[in-house]
């Protein structure tokens, strides 16, 4: 296929930071809008001065930064965020990412009749599984502000897709951890920080009973998943899963990391009470992805958290200095 333009919004993110890796080792031209609030300069070092990359340091909240950044291009990758935990202290700011945000990029989108809107979905917009696996007809039940953004996110592009003719994808990712994950104050993600505990050999802590399932997606393959249903016409007009379709409690990532660092379970694990609006239970059911695209994740939980040890000790901290980052109730 012939070789795009792409801005990524949030592409020093996350999931974003390793899109825009693979999108240039494809041979596609890269615009980066970040604010550099989630992302990070150190996400996008291994590619920076790369001759078919730019970064523009702006706000999706502010559609001349998004009208810049969108300029000349022919995909958007929209996967700017605010996550779930800031959403609880902070409703209406994440709100004002998630929704208005989109509205502009979906604006800009069609003003400059880009071939294809992209949009990144969260599968926290099922809330609690009604029924397992989770397929793409599930009920939509979100239980926290940022469950309930990343809901209008998606009908806002269904809806510009139907009413304007914009061209358009949803892919749902399910819980995502790898590389570039948040260990770090309000932000901070469960699969990171429980290791950036486990290297200080402090409690991991489970918030309930531990008992809550996730269907765990290492970020490598995510960003892997994005890219193929952007180059994939059949996706066009459609939302898809992306998940790996095994379910792993909080209970077995604790002692899973545990096994890693040779900690007991029995004395390291600890519990302390819920966090609000936590979900119970996710399992997806990934056969629409496989149908269309054709694979399903190959990375399995127990080697994804050693390649995620691995690169947080590659990190030019201390083991303390990791820790002192650290939120522990980060909601609050």
């Given at each position: 296929m012939?070789?795009?333009k792409?801005?990524?919004t949030g592409?020093?993110?996350?999931?974003?930071?390793?899109v825009?890796?693979q999108?240039?080792d494809?041979?596609?031209?890269v615009v980066?809008?970040?604010?550099?609030?989630?992302?990070?300069?150190?996400?996008l070092?291994?590619?920076?001065g790369h001759?078919?990359l730019?970064?523009?340091?702006g706000?999706?909240?502010?559609r001349?930064?998004?009208k810049t950044?969108?300029?000349?291009?022919?995909?958007?990758?929209h996967l700017?965020?605010l996550?779930?935990?800031?959403?609880?202290?902070e409703?209406?700011?994440?709100n004002?990412?998630?929704v208005?945000?989109?509205?502009n990029?979906?604006?800009?989108?069609r003003e400059?009749?880009?071939?294809?809107?992209l949009n990144?979905s969260?599968?926290e917009?099922y809330?609690?599984a009604?029924?397992?696996?989770?397929?793409?007809?599930?009920p939509l039940?979100p239980?926290?502000p940022?469950?309930?953004?990343?809901?209008?996110?998606?009908?806002?592009?269904?809806?510009?897709?139907?009413t304007?003719g914009?061209?358009w994808?949803?892919i749902?990712?399910?819980n995502m951890?790898g590389p570039?994950?948040?260990?770090q104050?309000f932000r901070?993600?469960?699969?990171p920080?429980?290791?950036?505990?486990a290297?200080?050999?402090?409690?991991?802590?489970l918030f309930?009973d531990?008992?809550q399932?996730?269907?765990?997606l290492?970020?490598?393959?995510?960003?892997s998943a994005?890219?193929d249903?952007a180059?994939?016409?059949?996706s066009?007009g459609?939302?898809?899963?992306?998940?790996t379709?095994?379910?792993?409690?909080v209970?077995?990532?604790a002692?899973?990391?545990?096994q890693?660092?040779?900690?007991?379970?029995?004395t390291?694990?600890?519990?302390q009470a819920?966090?609000?609006?936590?979900?119970?239970?996710?399992?997806?059911?990934?056969?629409?992805?496989q149908?269309?695209?054709?694979?399903?994740?190959?990375?399995?939980?127990e080697?994804?958290?050693v390649?995620?040890?691995q690169?947080l000790?590659?990190l030019?901290?201390?083991?303390?200095?990791l820790l002192?980052?650290e939120v522990l109730?980060?909601?609050?």
């Amino acid at each position: 296929m012939s070789k795009q333009k792409v801005v990524v919004t949030g592409g020093a993110g996350f999931l974003g930071s390793h899109v825009v890796g693979q999108l240039l080792d494809d041979g596609h031209a890269v615009v980066v809008l970040d604010d550099f609030s989630n992302g990070k300069e150190a996400h996008l070092a291994t590619v920076e001065g790369h001759p078919n990359l730019q970064i523009i340091h702006g706000d999706i909240t502010r559609r001349a930064d998004v009208k810049t950044a969108f300029a000349g291009c022919d995909w958007v990758i929209h996967l700017a965020v605010l996550d779930l935990r800031q959403s609880i202290k902070e409703p209406e700011r994440v709100n004002q990412v998630i929704v208005d945000g989109t509205m502009n990029c979906l604006a800009v989108a069609r003003e400059n009749q880009m071939q294809l809107f992209l949009n990144c979905s969260s599968s926290e917009a099922y809330g609690s599984a009604a029924y397992v696996p989770m397929d793409e007809k599930h009920p939509l039940h979100p239980e926290t502000p940022y469950a309930a953004a990343k809901v209008a996110q998606d009908m806002y592009v269904y809806s510009y897709g139907r009413t304007y003719g914009l061209p358009w994808t949803t892919i749902r990712p399910f819980n995502m951890y790898g590389p570039n994950s948040h260990w770090q104050g309000f932000r901070g993600e469960l699969i990171p920080k429980m290791i950036v505990r486990a290297m200080n050999k402090q409690p991991l802590v489970l918030f309930g009973d531990g008992e809550q399932t996730r269907d765990f997606l290492y970020v490598e393959e995510a960003a892997s998943a994005v890219i193929d249903v952007a180059k994939n016409p059949d996706s066009l007009g459609r939302t898809m899963n992306f998940c790996t379709g095994k379910e792993t409690s909080v209970r077995q990532i604790a002692e899973i990391i545990c096994q890693q660092f040779g900690l007991d379970p029995a004395t390291a694990i600890e519990k302390q009470a819920a966090r609000p609006g936590d979900v119970m239970r996710h399992l997806g059911d990934n056969r629409v992805f496989q149908e269309i695209v054709g694979y399903a994740p190959q990375i399995e939980i127990e080697e994804g958290i050693v390649k995620t040890i691995q690169w947080l000790q590659s990190l030019p901290f201390s083991p303390e200095e990791l820790l002192s980052q650290e939120v522990l109730r980060s909601w609050e």
